[in-house]
């Protein structure tokens, strides 16, 4: 179940840093799916070594997620507008580079018939499990992430800025942070997870698909909010969305069990966002 959900909760865990202060990225399936496009050309088609693919596609996360922190920050577009922009851009950006086909093993010869290539060694390193099968290396790299990101809001003066910037951004201003820096680091960091996702989807599929990713974040957001973070921001934490990441695994995982069609999952999930809102309404009314 963890590491069907560590790719929604590695973007999930980025788009927390987003909401804590106020904002929203609709861009994160879209990265995802030009990261994972860009991965997989860089390592199967030129050959290129790990650490150096991996490197360009966290680069190209980070500028993408800085990018829309400036729109917001800076220019004062509305972040779903912003990002929407952006979701555009990124998911155009991934056709145009892959040719609109999926990056696959599959090579066109100069005859016109495919032969196929092994996959880079990346691929079975990132996609293997570990402990005699019973955790996989994509689940282990969700977990650190997510413990990691907890233990800087918590314990980091730069983490308690995101909280203060999403619960008073004026007076946080007053008291000295850097609230236009913080709102585009949280999309910067937001960015590099999404292109972590990419990296550790296209490992998952062995492929790189350019349509990857689509409604991937609706399902993020998702995630944060049933754990308990605050859309209106200020509120909330890395470790609750962990909590939402596990809801919404295990329900996936016993609708699944219990042959439920994907479209009575989708309404029930729609269901359980709106009851998560109301009790954090009402929560925040006592």
């Known amino acids: 179940m963890f590491r069907q959900v560590a790719v929604f909760g590695i973007l999930a865990s980025g788009m927390t840093l ?24 860089l ?27 400036t729109l917001v920050s800076k220019l004062k577009i509305q972040p779903f507008m912003a990002t929407l922009a952006m979701m555009v851009f990124a998911r155009g950006l991934a056709k145009w580079i892959s040719g609109g086909k999926k990056i696959s ?12 290539i092994d996959l880079p060694s990346v691929f079975e390193f990132l996609d293997q499990k570990i402990w005699n099968g019973q955790m ?20 980091h003066k730069f983490g308690r800025y995101f909280l203060a910037v999403g619960g008073n951004e004026e007076a946080s201003k007053i008291s ?6 913080i709102k585009i680091l949280s999309y910067l960091v937001c960015g590099i997870l999404a292109a ?10 062995g492929q790189g698909d350019p349509e990857a990713g689509g409604s991937y974040e609706l399902t993020a957001i998702a995630m944060v909010v049933i754990g308990g973070t605050s859309l209106m921001g200020g509120r909330g934490g890395l470790l609750l969305t962990i909590f939402g ?11 699944s069990l219990n042959a439920v069609g994907e479209s009575t999952r989708l309404m029930l999930t729609g269901s359980i966002i709106v ?9 925040s009314l006592t």
């Open 18 to 41: 987003v909401i804590l202060t106020s904002g929203i990225d609709l861009a994160v399936g879209s990265v995802l799916g030009l990261s994972a496009v860009l991965f997989s050309i």
């Open 43 to 69: 390592t199967i088609k030129m050959q290129m070594t790990a650490f150096a693919a991996i490197a360009i596609c966290l680069a190209t996360g980070a500028v993408l997620g800085a990018l829309s922190g």
């Open 105 to 116: 093993q599959s090579v066109e010869n100069e005859d016109g018939t495919f032969s196929f």
């Open 136 to 155: 996989s290396v994509v689940s282990l790299i969700f977990i650190g992430i997510a413990l990691l990101g907890a233990l800087f809001l918590t314990y």
């Open 176 to 181: 000295g942070v850097p609230v236009d820096g």
């Open 196 to 205: 972590v996702a990419g990296i550790l989807q296209a490992v998952q599929e």
């Open 245 to 255: 990441v596990l809801t919404i695994g295990y329900l996936e995982k016993i609708l």
């Open 275 to 283: 009851l998560a809102v109301l009790l954090q309404r009402k929560k």
